[in-house]
């Protein structure tokens, strides 16, 4: 059984804080790795994806890989109160993809 | 049209109906996937399909069939469905199964299904 995992939240962060939100994963084998965040009704929608150890950086969000802990962290500076959303972790093995259950932040005015 | 379509986007049904869900991707991709999200669960992988083959059947009961005439097309029969199969059912793409690192799954906007 592949496994990713996150704490469901909710997550609360004043604006213009930083949000933090880690994922873990059981599969060694995982590849690729990608954050999605998703709105209330909507679709998920790709906010980045990484794939090397280390950090990957676009505009306002870091991601974080550490492939030796099994842990992918996605990092929001300047939080904006147009962030809050479900935050999706997902990861690749090369045969398809696996989500968390998502973290739920709210960015307070 | 760009990107993930899918029809309808809400769709109320009785336990005794059959109904299809559709979905059209335009982005030339090779896989599609079937999930389906209710509340506080993961996404939960119900069908793959890579060049029109099915490669994943991940446990789904028999009144869920897919069907996949093209790489372009996938749909979902739905029968005698139970109220707890009442969820969004979210079609995605990919350009291939992961294969390659960068490799994305593209979601479409979701079918709401209500099952009464």
């Known amino acids: 059984q592949k496994e990713v995992e996150q704490n469901s939240g909710p997550l609360s962060v004043p604006e213009g804080a930083i949000a933090s939100l880690n994922c873990t994963y059981s599969?060694?084998?995982?590849?690729?790795f990608f954050w999605y965040r998703q709105y209330s009704g909507k679709s998920p929608e790709l906010i980045m994806f990484?794939?090397?150890?280390g950090d990957k950086e676009d505009g306002r969000f870091t991601a974080q890989l550490n492939k030796a802990s099994q842990y992918v962290s996605l990092l929001i500076r300047d939080s904006q109160p147009s962030d809050s959303a479900t935050y999706l972790c997902?990861?690749?093995?090369?045969?398809?993809?696996?989500f968390g259950t998502g973290t739920s932040l709210t960015v307070i005015p | 049209e760009t990107g993930v379509t899918q029809t309808p986007r809400h769709l109320v049904m009785g336990m005794t109906n059959k109904k299809s869900l559709k979905c059209e991707q335009h982005?030339?991709?090779?896989?599609m996937y079937w999930y389906k999200q209710s509340a506080k669960k993961p996404l939960e992988l119900m069908f793959v399909?890579?060049?029109?083959?099915?490669?994943e059947n991940n446990s789904v009961p028999s009144r869920f069939s897919p069907e996949c005439p093209n790489s372009s097309h996938l749909f979902l029969h739905l029968h005698t469905l139970q109220p707890e199969d009442s969820a969004l059912y979210l079609c995605?793409?990919?350009?291939?199964?992961?294969?390659?690192?960068?490799?994305?799954?593209?979601f479409g906007q979701g079918t709401r299904l209500t099952v009464v």
């Open positions: 995605a793409s990919s350009q291939d199964l992961g294969q390659s690192p960068n490799t994305e799954a593209f």
């Open positions: 599969d060694r084998g995982s590849q690729s």
């Open positions: 990484i794939y090397s150890n």
């Open positions: 997902a990861v690749n093995a090369g045969n398809q993809f696996y």
């Open positions: 982005l030339g991709h090779n896989a």
């Open positions: 399909y890579n060049f029109k083959e099915q490669t």
